[in-house]
T-cell receptor, first 113, second 112 residues
Framework: DTAVSQTPKYLVTQMGNDKSIKCEQN?????MYWYKQDSKKFLKIMFS???????INETVPNRFSPKSPDKAHLNLHINSLELGDSAVYFC????????????FGPGTRLTVT | DAKTTQPTSMDCAEGRAANLPCNHS???????VYWYRQIHSQGPQYIIH???NNETNEMASLIITEDRKSSTLILPHATLRDTAVYYC?????????????FGTGTRLTIIP
C-alpha cells in the first residue's frame, strides 16, 4: 500500500525530448508537490497544488508544466529536455496546505544524455 | 535559502543516543523548526517539529533552546536504519510547510 507513488522510477532520455513523470497519492490529501534534487543533493520545491489549484510556482523554466487531473494525481511534463534537467524528482503530498508533515514518494531519477 | 546551520556529518554508535544540533539564530517568532531525514535513495521522511516547547514522538525528541536560536534532535537509541541525512528546516510561516527549504543537512552514520 504505497502512500505516494511515482512512475517511472528511472528515466533515461536524450536532449530535446519531451517526457512525463506521474505521481499518485492514496492518502486522501489535498496538497501535492514536486521537488527537484540535483547532483549536489540540494532539494528544492518546484510546484505545489492544493485541490488541483496551483499555489506555488518557484522559478522554474516554463518547459516544466505540472498537471493535476484530480487531487490524487500530480504529473510533471518536461519539454525540450536539457542536460541540466538531470536530477531526482520527488513528489510529495500533505493533508492540507497547513499541514506540517509532507509524505514523499520514492523519487524518479531522470538522466538526460 | 536555508536559514539553518548543521554539521556536515556525525557518527554515533549503535544503541546510543544520537544528538543532532541545528543553529537557527535568525528564526522569527512565528517560525517552526522541522526535522526531516532522507535515507539513501529514498524520499525525505518527516520526523518531528516544534515551535518553542520541547517535543517528543515515537521517532525522536526535539529540544529547542529558550531563545529559540538553536535546537537538538535526539534519537534515543540509534539503530543502523537511522543512518541518513538529517535536515533541520525553519518554516517561513506558521500556517504550514508548503515551502520547505532544505539545506545540506547532517549525514549521520550509525556505527555497529
Amino acid at each position: 500500500d504505497t502512500a505516494v507513488s511515482q512512475t517511472p522510477k528511472y528515466l533515461v532520455t536524450q536532449m530535446g525530448n519531451d517526457k512525463s513523470i506521474k505521481c499518485e497519492q492514496n492518502l486522501g490529501h489535498d496538497t501535492m508537490y514536486w521537488y527537484k534534487q540535483d547532483s549536489k543533493k540540494f532539494l528544492k520545491i518546484m510546484f505545489s497544488y492544493n485541490n488541483k489549484e496551483l499555489i506555488i510556482n518557484e522559478t522554474v523554466p516554463n518547459r516544466f508544466s505540472p498537471k493535476s487531473p484530480d487531487k490524487a494525481h500530480l504529473n510533471l511534463h518536461i519539454n525540450s529536455l536539457e542536460l541540466g534537467d538531470s536530477a531526482v524528482y520527488f513528489c510529495a503530498s500533505s493533508r492540507s496546505r497547513d499541514s506540517y508533515e509532507q509524505y514523499f514518494g520514492p523519487g524518479t531519477r531522470l538522466t538526460v544524455t | 535559502d536555508a536559514k539553518t546551520t548543521q554539521p556536515t556529518s556525525m557518527d554515533c554508535a549503535e544503541g546510543r543516543a544520537a544528538n543532532l544540533p541545528c543553529n537557527h539564530s535568525t528564526i522569527s517568532g512565528n517560525e517552526y523548526v522541522y526535522w526531516y531525514r532522507q535515507i539513501h535513495s529514498q524520499g525525505p521522511q518527516y520526523i518531528i517539529h516544534g515551535l518553542k516547547n520541547n517535543e517528543t514522538n515515537e521517532m525522536a525528541s526535539l529540544i529547542i533552546t529558550e531563545d529559540r536560536k538553536s535546537s537538538t534532535l535526539i534519537l534515543p537509541h540509534a539503530t543502523l536504519r537511522d543512518t541518513a541525512v538529517y535536515y533541520c528546516i525553519v518554516s517561513p510561516t506558521n500556517f504550514g510547510n508548503e515551502k520547505l527549504t532544505f539545506g545540506t543537512g547532517t549525514r549521520l552514520t550509525i556505527i555497529p
